[in-house]
């Protein structure tokens, strides 16, 4: 993990600039029980399917991940060159938990998992892929997802 003295001093006093903001975390519904549940992993590690076109420079689309996707054919395509990938070449779970996502439905302590999960650049503007995000909700309903599990990266 690159640390801010480590840095170049313009980049590291870009990223100390940086607006950090704060987001209301109380939900605003009551979900049923997690054994009840259907769960998507949605990422911003830059994943993408071999092959998929790689993500760009304030990119704000996401890739589709199938669920039964093999994850030797996950690859990273984070565009900053400060991200640490060692951990995702190690276990591609530490971005993306779909193995232990499955090992929770055998165990029955979620109901299923979903057939698709999702991933984004995150280092992108979160205002910017607004309008990207809206468009996952009748995706997953589609899945019959009810539940998210954000993997920030």
Avoid at 8 to 25: F, G, I, N, V
Avoid at 128 to 151: F, G, Q
């Amino acid at each position: 993990m690159a640390r801010l003295s480590d840095l170049d001093p313009t980049l590291r006093e870009h990223l100390k600039a940086l607006e950090c903001k704060s987001y209301d975390t109380k939900p605003w519904v009551r979900g049923k029980p997690l054994a009840e549940r259907r769960v998507a992993l949605i990422s911003t590690a830059g994943l993408i399917k071999r092959g998929d076109r790689p993500f760009a420079v304030g990119d704000t689309s996401y890739r589709l991940i199938p669920g039964d996707l093999d994850p030797k054919d996950l690859v990273m395509s984070h565009i900053s060159t400060n991200f640490d990938r060692s951990g995702f070449q190690q276990d591609s779970n530490v971005v993306l938990p779909v193995e232990r996502l499955r090992e929770l439905a055998v165990e029955g302590k979620i109901g299923s998992v979903a057939e698709y999960h999702y991933s984004f650049m995150g280092a992108t503007d979160p205002d910017k892929m607004a309008p990207t995000v809206e468009h996952l909700s009748p995706l997953l309903k589609k899945d019959n997802v009810d539940t998210v599990l954000l993997a920030p990266v």
